[in-house]
């Protein structure tokens, strides 16, 4: 199977030129593609600009259509071939783009640069996964401020993430308060489909889960235990490691608030790895369609 090929810079421009066209994309989008049906008299119909207005009006009823309403866009000054180009970055970057760099590629302020990476971070996270479902590894990983010697499990001064991904299928990243069993148990019920293989480690607050429905099987890390038959957590635990690396290498550092966004940033890239190429084009429909 021949490798799929990249959508270039090349490409994204001449697409998208300036803001017209910009402007064109998410009203053909909006209205259902070539075919559209004015709203107000429910004719089919042509729409022409409107001057000075990110609008269109019915060539019938003159009804106006403003088709950056409910979508990221509203209420922004900011040109949508910005908003475009700043999209693009964000499903072509392995590793995330800081604010700091779409300041200096729009040309925007800082502010503007931080407002548009989390509405993008934002609409990324809404598009992850409802269910899980298969042989699901799960693990729980800390972030957090790194002075003292005590990492992980030990210490309660971190935010934690628990992530989900299917053996060769997708990921889902949640935040959580503690890591008690009550807690890891609502959410895996919650988000893994019944009957379904879960893989975590030894940690115990995992250990009601075969309870559920579920065929819960275990690897013992601190007996340097990282295989078993079909259960390890590898999956997990590499994407852990590629998200901290991101985190540290092009944010430097993540508020605690918004550190669920980032992760389910990431997420969206590896649940859409297979078809790289076709990343903007999926989460421009998702901007579409609200």
Not at 166 to 178: F, H, L, M, S, Y
Not at 184 to 206: C, G, H
Not at 262 to 273: G, I, K, Q
Not at 279 to 290: D, Q, T, V
Request: proline share 4%; hydrophobic share 35%.
């Amino acid at each position: 199977m021949a490798k799929a090929k990249p959508f270039t810079v090349k490409q994204f421009f001449d697409l998208y030129p300036d803001d017209e066209a910009c402007l064109d994309a998410i009203m053909t989008a909006r209205m259902g593609g070539d075919r559209m049906f004015c709203p107000g008299c429910g004719a089919e119909a042509k729409f022409y600009r409107i001057t000075g207005r990110r609008a269109y009006a019915c060539q019938f009823c003159g009804e106006h259509y403003y088709p950056c309403v409910g979508t990221i866009f509203e209420d922004s000054r900011t040109s949508l071939l910005s908003w475009f180009y700043a999209i693009y970055l964000f499903t072509t970057s392995r590793h995330g783009v800081p604010a700091k760099e779409l300041e200096r590629q729009l040309g925007v302020t800082y502010k503007c640069a931080w407002r548009i990476g989390h509405q993008i971070r934002k609409l990324m996270a809404d598009e992850g996964p409802d269910k899980l479902q298969g042989h699901v590894e799960v693990d729980e990983a800390y972030f957090g401020p790194r002075k003292g010697r005590k990492l992980g499990r030990a210490t309660n001064k971190k935010h934690i993430l628990v992530g989900m991904i299917e053996r060769g299928g997708n990921a889902k990243v949640v935040p959580v308060i503690n890591a008690r069993m009550p807690t890891l148990r609502a959410l895996v019920n919650e988000t893994v489909q019944k009957p379904s293989a879960i893989s975590t480690d030894e940690f115990s607050s995992y250990n009601l889960v075969a309870r559920d429905g579920y065929e819960h099987g275990t690897v013992k890390h601190t007996k340097k235990e990282y295989v078993r038959g079909p259960w390890h957590v590898n999956s997990i635990e590499g994407f852990w490691s590629r998200l901290k690396a991101s985190i540290d290498g092009t944010h430097v550092h993540v508020s605690g608030k918004y550190l669920d966004r980032y992760a389910a940033e990431f997420a969206y890239r590896y649940n859409n790895r297979k078809a790289p190429e076709k990343m903007f084009s999926r989460l421009f429909s998702a901007i579409s369609e609200r």
